[in-house]
């Protein structure tokens, strides 16, 4: 059997990791020749940058992609247009019997959408996923490349639910539980090693003072990328003052800044309150062991990060989700997870932010969030087959 696996963006290298693990494992004990997986890894180069993906393909044992397609940034319609046009002619000369895409980027549907118009079975690893709110561009990818699996990977049983409430084909929801914990097990040893100060010292973006330690929950954790939060001045202003004037008095606070949402806080003029403020401490984007420490022992974390939402679950991170909505509901409180909505409206968000900033940490693992995901993606891809 030959797979060809597709990842776009730096979200992905963390579920396709233990995927590849799994197909290498696989091929060390099949009985027969006639069992083995031939496995082609493409990257789409939706996000090609040293500091937000070779780093992670070092880190997370990912072997370098057989193929490269070097679709660079654009508009959503053109980065999904150059997607497709330059997988087809490797699609073509390839010929898999399967494609398998991750997660819910542009690549995601691109390749999905050139598969299926070759009658090429398609394998969705964390399908099933919704927030119902068709303004996420990432919704509209994933509702597409649900229509075109043929096999549904789901991580949770609300995800299971929503393809049936959609018609999907009973026989092909799959559910195996979350692949990006298997990541999270391989590598929570090596972060809890790393030194929360050092990894801060290292990655200042400014020259900033740092304190004498990080450890005891005396920090909180700060992610914002998306356009909802950082593209809109009222929202990201509002945000910035109250981190400035009064988190930071609370909790010092840690912030890796994503390249655009540094670009729009200087836009918006932004950028010199958060850096004259010694408790704040910006970064540049983190590794995936070095997130991972900080989020192992900070006391909070504020992200509008879905993949976040479920190590913080995991890890017993209280979360405030700078979100109106979430396609992962399996982590919020009220489903037995850590995480909080509290959307745009700052009031909501110091509210949220008290509740959760007293909050007891608190691990939390939903049902097949084992470590074994991507043994069962392997075993439902080649049970599909026979």
Request: hydrophobic share 40%.
């Amino acid at each position: 059997m030959k797979i060809m696996s597709v990842v776009g963006a730096r979200p992905n290298f963390m579920k396709i990791a233990p995927f590849i693990a799994a197909i290498r494992e696989h091929n060390e004990n099949i009985a027969s020749p006639d069992e083995e997986i031939e496995h082609i890894l493409v990257h789409t180069g939706q996000h090609y940058d040293d500091s937000m993906s070779n780093t992670f393909f070092e880190e997370l044992n990912i072997p370098q992609a057989d193929i490269n397609l070097g679709v660079g940034s654009g508009t959503h319609a053109e980065q999904i247009a150059k997607t497709m046009l330059a997988f087809e002619p490797v699609l073509l000369e390839k010929n898999p019997d399967w494609v398998v895409v991750v997660g819910d980027v542009n690549a995601t549907s691109a390749c999905s959408q050139v598969a299926k118009k070759y009658d090429i079975a398609v394998a969705h690893i964390e399908s099933g996923l919704r927030s119902y709110d068709m303004m996420m561009p990432e919704e509209v990818n994933r509702i597409i490349t649900d229509r075109l699996s043929d096999v549904l990977l789901v991580p949770d049983r609300l995800s299971c639910d929503n393809l049936r409430r959609e018609g999907c084909a009973e026989e092909s929801i799959k559910f195996v539980g979350n692949i990006m914990i298997d990541t999270l097990d391989a590598q929570k040893a090596l972060a809890q090693d790393l030194d929360p100060l050092a990894i801060v010292r290292e990655k200042l973006l400014e020259d900033q003072s740092v304190p004498e330690s990080l450890d005891d929950d005396r920090f909180a954790l700060m992610t914002v990328h998306r356009p909802s939060n950082i593209d809109n001045k009222e929202i990201i202003e509002q945000l910035v003052k109250w981190i400035d004037s009064t988190v930071s008095n609370d909790l010092i606070v840690v912030w890796p800044v994503h390249p655009r949402a540094r670009k729009m806080l200087e836009h918006f003029r932004l950028w010199d309150l958060l850096i004259q403020n010694p408790r704040i401490l910006l970064t540049s984007p983190l590794g995936y062991r070095e997130m991972l420490c900080l989020n192992s022992t900070t006391r909070v974390m504020l992200t509008d990060s879905g993949g976040l939402q479920e190590e913080c679950c995991v890890l017993g991170t209280p979360t405030v989700v700078l979100r109106e909505n979430t396609e992962r509901p399996i982590t919020l409180h009220e489903n037995g997870g850590t995480c909080v909505l509290a959307g745009s409206d700052i009031e909501i968000i110091k509210a949220k932010y008290r509740l959760m900033r007293n909050m007891p940490r608190k691990p939390e693992r939903p049902e097949f969030w084992d470590g074994d995901t991507a043994r069962r993606c392997v075993e439902a891809i080649c049970g599909g087959a026979a």
